[in-house]
């Protein structure tokens, strides 16, 4: 019987790597201005967020929900790690599709939501997804060689 084999530790540093990028992929260095432009908001609820920040609560879930995923990310790739032992594929290799497959099943479909029901732009799409599709090759990579 399948026993999972999650290390903890690598679990731990995708989650905060993936937190990372996610600090990255919306500071104005990569996509906030698009990503601004294209959440729509008027000047005012701008001047209201630069004046009161946004606080420690939307770190604190966007951390947890990436740990949620690391975790899970982990034992998906454990198990593709099992199942593929001996088709010569690398870890890295199976890190990145689990990474790829999770994003496109999950991430990528369920995202269209936010355009069919929301009435959100391409743009919005391309930028929230794009971050989730780097941040799950990293944390796939991660969690498939740091064994």
């Given at each position: 019987m399948y026993e999972p084999n999650i290390n903890i530790l690598a679990v731990l540093v995708s989650?905060?790597?993936f937190f990372i990028i996610g600090g990255l992929w919306y500071s104005p260095i990569l996509f906030a201005n698009p990503w601004i432009k294209a959440m729509g908001f008027s000047d005012e609820k701008l001047k209201e967020m630069k004046?009161?920040?946004p606080g420690a609560k939307p770190f604190i879930i966007?951390?947890?929900g990436g740990l949620v995923m690391a975790f899970v990310t982990a034992h998906i790739v454990d198990f593709m790690k099992v199942v593929f032992a001996d088709s010569g594929?690398?870890?890295l290799t199976i890190g990145l599709t689990a990474g790829f497959w999770l994003w496109l099943g999950y991430i990528a479909t369920y995202?269209?939501?936010a355009i069919s029901y929301e009435s959100k732009s391409w743009t919005f799409y391309f930028i929230n997804t794009g971050y989730q599709l780097v941040g799950l090759?990293?944390?796939g990579a991660i969690l498939a060689v740091w064994v």
């Open positions: 989650a905060v790597i004046e009161k920040g966007s951390f947890i594929m690398s870890n995202s269209l939501n090759f990293i944390m």
